[in-house]
């Protein structure tokens, strides 16, 4: 037990961690030089703040916060030269390694009773990763390989998680549960090499970051001594991005030259806040929001200059998918002067470019690919709660866009060549309000009343371009650009009663695609065939569903769905020989709305037989 003016329950964690390494070789006269750096960086742990089973009896504020900081970079280099002009090796090789597991925890638990002017139950955390890799080789044979890996998991929970059983009472003028995540992880990776015969180089980065964001209070009772309970707030808010470059260069002056640049770049996070099975009888206003961010950065390119054949390929794949954003209000019994608004938001952003470049004076390749995926959901449900306030205002937003470039240029002066370009995006996300069995009552003054709203918007703006030149050989080049939105919007409102104002339930759905595929071949003394091809694929449902068990007495009645959907594809393709054959060829498919096999494409929500619902407004 504890009895006091104030009570502050404080867990703070600063942690840093850096490692830097560098090798390198030289020789004159050596079958080969070798120089290699790694570094590998851990951070784990857990910063917790816990008040468990307890009694407080505060005249002043109660404070219950975990705060952790973290700070990791690996910096790895490698030079390696042969100066061997008959024989020898020249390899040099960078590694960098940041692997992280963290979680912060705020908590009340057991069954507990608090007294006091306010309760604040706080989480933070804040992690930046940092991993470069970089490594030259020179030499008769120059090799150069590079990589950069960063694993980051980590959660941030600021918690009031009891059972039925344990319910926790609280006395205080306000309540305030919030976490918060910001996480951010930078990658660099480079390889450079040279080689009097051959050279390849290679430079990868590899990138992932799991995590979950937690505000909640569940079996909670509110109460303020003879007066209202004030501000109620439950706040979510996560940041997650990553930015990376990864780009190898190869340059052999008589034989083959391979320069390869690749990320593969991976968030999977969720992020919740939840006022549930919460009794609060006099009350001023509620907030419950979820707020997520999400991004990635990335850009990958692979060069060649060879005195043969020579290749230059990029590839960057990034995927935030199951980005969860969600707002739970079940079972919770709230009366309140004031408002009740509830509001889950997520952006999701990914910007890609892959560049392939190869020039050689024989055989030439030259390509670029990328893929993008985002998927997730964004919701806020309501199901079996009771809540009489002057206004209800219950909002699901999701924004998503990817912005991709994928290029190639392959240039030879005598032998055949290819550029090849694919750009891949897919989105699925859904966005949704579910309100179930709630018993709602609102004020009647002429801006009261409740307000369902779920908006949803996707975007994918998307170029792929290969261009191929040759002075003496065939010349071919190739382009495919993929845009895919599966996105939803959906307001359901079943069950249960609602009394006051004006009802309003609105889902609306705007997607866009903006897609170009181009391909250029030119062949001075051969062949030259280009083609391109977009696809582009728009659908999803947009539902707005009230199925009231009986009257619903009040203001005015709104219930709509609106969906925008536009598609921009163009395709480009030029085939240009000066004495042989020549052809380009593109095509374009674009497709809005998926045929449904049979029945309806949107199902109207489930109804007993025999209901009869009676909508009443304005009475």
């Not at 998680?161 to 309540?175: E, H, M, P, Q, Y």
């Not at 939803?488 to 866009?512: I, Y």
């Not at 619903?552 to 009645?557: A, D, K, Q, T, V």
Request: proline share 1%.
């Amino acid at each position: 037990d504890v009895d006091a003016a104030g009570v502050t329950l404080s867990a703070v964690d600063s942690a840093m961690t850096v490692g830097v390494s560098a090798g390198g070789a030289k020789s004159s006269n050596a079958d080969k030089t070798l120089a290699g750096s790694v570094v590998v960086n851990w951070l784990t742990g857990e910063t917790r703040s816990e008040a468990d089973d307890v009694d407080v009896q505060a005249t002043g504020d109660v404070v219950v916060e975990a705060t952790d900081d973290s700070v990791t970079a690996a910096g790895a280099g490698a030079l390696s030269v042969n100066a061997s002009k008959t024989q020898g090796y020249g390899i040099g090789v960078g590694v960098a390694a940041n692997t992280g597991d963290r979680a912060t925890t705020a908590q009340i638990s057991g069954a507990s009773d608090i007294v006091a002017a306010s309760l604040s139950v706080l989480a933070r955390t804040t992690a930046e990763i940092y991993g470069i890799g970089f490594a030259y080789g020179a030499g008769k044979t120059g090799a150069a390989g590079s990589v950069a890996v960063n694993t980051w998991t980590g959660c941030s929970r600021a918690l009031i998680d009891v059972t039925s059983a344990d319910r926790i009472t609280i006395d205080a003028g306000s309540l305030t549960v919030d976490a918060e995540e910001t996480v951010a992880v930078w990658s660099l990776a480079g390889a450079v090499t040279r080689g009097q015969n051959t050279a390849v180089g290679g430079a990868f980065a590899v990138n992932t970051l799991v995590g979950q964001t937690e505000a909640s209070a569940d079996y909670v009772t509110l109460s303020n001594g003879l007066n209202a309970v004030g501000a109620v707030t439950i706040d979510a808010d996560a940041t997650s991005d990553i930015g990376v470059l990864a780009v190898a260069g190869a340059q052999a002056s008589l034989e083959t030259g391979v320069g390869i640049g690749g990320a593969v770049n991976t968030i999977t996070a969720g992020t919740t806040a939840g006022l549930t099975n919460a009794l609060l009888a006099s009350g001023t206003s509620v907030d419950v929001t979820a707020d997520s961010d999400r991004g990635i950065l990335s850009l990958g390119g692979g060069v060649t200059q060879a005195g043969r054949g020579g290749a230059g390929v990029a590839l960057t794949t990034n995927l935030i998918v199951a980005s969860d954003t969600k707002v739970d209000l079940d079972g919770s019994d709230l009366t309140l002067t004031g408002d009740l608004t509830a509001r889950a938001e997520n952006d999701s952003t990914i910007g890609s470019l892959a560049v392939g470049i190869s020039l050689s004076k024989d055989t030439s390749l030259g390509g670029g690919v990328t893929v993008n995926v985002l998927t997730g959901q964004t919701l806020v449900e309501m199901d079996g709660a009771t809540v009489d306030a002057a206004n209800v205002a219950i909002a699901a937003d999701d924004g998503t866009v990817i912005n991709s470039l994928s290029g190639a240029a392959a240039k030879s002066a005598s032998g055949a060549g290819i550029g090849g370009a694919i750009s891949a995006n897919l989105i699925v996300h859904d966005t949704a309000v579910e309100i179930a069995n709630s018993q709602i009552t609102t004020g009647t003054a002429a801006t009261q009343g409740l307000m369902a709203t779920a908006t949803n918007t996707g975007e994918i703006n998307t170029l792929a371009a290969a261009l191929r030149q040759s002075s003496g050989g065939a010349a071919y080049s190739g382009s495919i650009a993929v845009g895919d939105i599966g996105n939803s919007a959906r307001v359901e409102m079943a069950g249960g009663s609602f009394t006051g104002g004006d009802l309003t339930l609105a889902a609306t759905k705007t997607t866009e695609i903006d897609i170009l595929s181009g391909a250029a071949a030119v062949g001075s003394g051969g062949s030259a065939f280009g083609a391109g091809v977009p696809v582009a694929l728009l659908h999803g449902a947009t539902t707005a569903d009230l199925l009231p068990p009986g009257s619903i007495p009040g203001g005015s009645l709104s219930v709509t769905a609106t969906n925008d959907q536009d598609i921009d594809a163009v395709a480009v393709a030029g085939g240009f020989s000066g004495s042989a054959p020549a052809g380009s060829g593109s095509i374009v498919y674009s497709q809005i709305g998926t045929a449904p096999s049979d029945g309806p494409s949107v199902d109207p929500m489930n109804k007993n037989p025999g209901d009869e619902d009676t909508v009443a407004a304005g009475q």
